[in-house]
C-alpha cells in the first residue's frame, strides 16, 4: 500500500463563499481534488473550477456530497435544512459555519444555548461525523498563514467533534494543507470556537493585516480554555 502522502483525498464542497473558496484552494496546492457547489447549480461555479486547475469541477450539491471523501459544509446556518442528508450519510463533514442572527435569523436552541451550531447541523444530517473547524480564522489569514510541515511559524487550528476516526481525517486534511491541530474536545465545546470568542479571529491577528500572525499550540489552548459562555 502507498503512503498516505501519495493518496488523494476528494475533498467536497457544498457552499462556495470565501472560507470554502481558499480551503479549496489551499487543497488543490495540496494536491487534492475538488468538488464544488453552492445553492445557485455548478454552472455558476464553472470560471471559479476553470480557475482552480483540472483538479476541480463543480457539482450540484447532492453529487458533491456523494462525490467526496471529505465533505465541507460552508453555508449559512439558516441553510442547514437544505442540506443532502442522505449522500452525507457515513461521511466526513467539516463544519465551517457561524451563526450570526442578523443573517440567520433567532434560532431558539442557538440563543438559548441549548446546541451549539454543529449540534444543529447534525439533527439535519444524523448519520455524517461532523468536526467543527475553519470557523475561527478570517479567510485571508487562512490563505496567508499556510506553512510547510516542519516550519516554526506554523499555525495551529481548533478542530472540535465527537467522531475520533473523522477528527483524524480532518487532522490530516489539515496538515496536508500547512496547518497543525488541537483538538477543542466534543461538538457540545465548539462554542469555544464560536463567533466572538477569544480564539475567533483575534489570535491571527486583524483583519487589516491580510498576511496575519502565526499562532503556536499554547496560544491556542489558551484562548480555548478561558472562552466563556
Known amino acids: 500500500m502507498e503512503g498516505s502522502e501519495n493518496m488523494t483525498t476528494t475533498v467536497a464542497f457544498i457552499g462556495s463563499g470565501n472560507i470554502g473558496s481558499t480551503v479549496a484552494r489551499l487543497a488543490i496546492e495540496a494536491g487534492h481534488q475538488v468538488v464544488l457547489s453552492n445553492s445557485r447549480g455548478p454552472e455558476t461555479l464553472a470560471s471559479t473550477a476553470a480557475e482552480l486547475g483540472p483538479r476541480a469541477s463543480a457539482a450540484t450539491s447532492g453529487e458533491a456530497a456523494a462525490a467526496g471523501d471529505i465533505v465541507v459544509v460552508t453555508v449559512p446556518v439558516h441553510a442547514f435544512p437544505n442540506l443532502p442528508a442522505a449522500p452525507l450519510a457515513g461521511k466526513t463533514v467539516i463544519d465551517t459555519c457561524n451563526y450570526g442572527p442578523e443573517r440567520d435569523g433567532h434560532i431558539l436552541e442557538l440563543d438559548s444555548k441549548a446546541l451549539t451550531s454543529s449540534e444543529l447541523l447534525l439533527r439535519y444530517i444524523p448519520d455524517a461525523m461532523v468536526v467543527k473547524a ?80 502565526p499562532v503556536g499550540e499554547d496560544a491556542i489552548r489558551a484562548a480555548l480554555a478561558t472562552a466563556t459562555r
Open 134 to 213: 475553519f470557523n475561527n480564522i478570517f479567510f485571508k489569514h487562512l490563505l496567508s498563514l499556510a506553512r510547510p510541515a516542519g516550519a516554526a511559524d506554523r499555525s495551529y487550528l481548533p478542530i472540535a467533534g465527537d467522531s475520533a476516526p473523522a477528527k483524524e481525517t480532518v487532522a490530516e486534511f489539515i496538515e496536508s494543507i500547512g496547518y497543525s491541530v488541537v483538538d477543542a474536545g466534543p461538538l457540545a465545546d465548539s462554542w469555544r470556537q464560536a463567533t466572538g470568542t477569544p480564539v475567533w479571529g483575534t489570535p491571527y491577528g486583524p483583519f487589516s493585516n491580510e498576511k496575519g500572525q
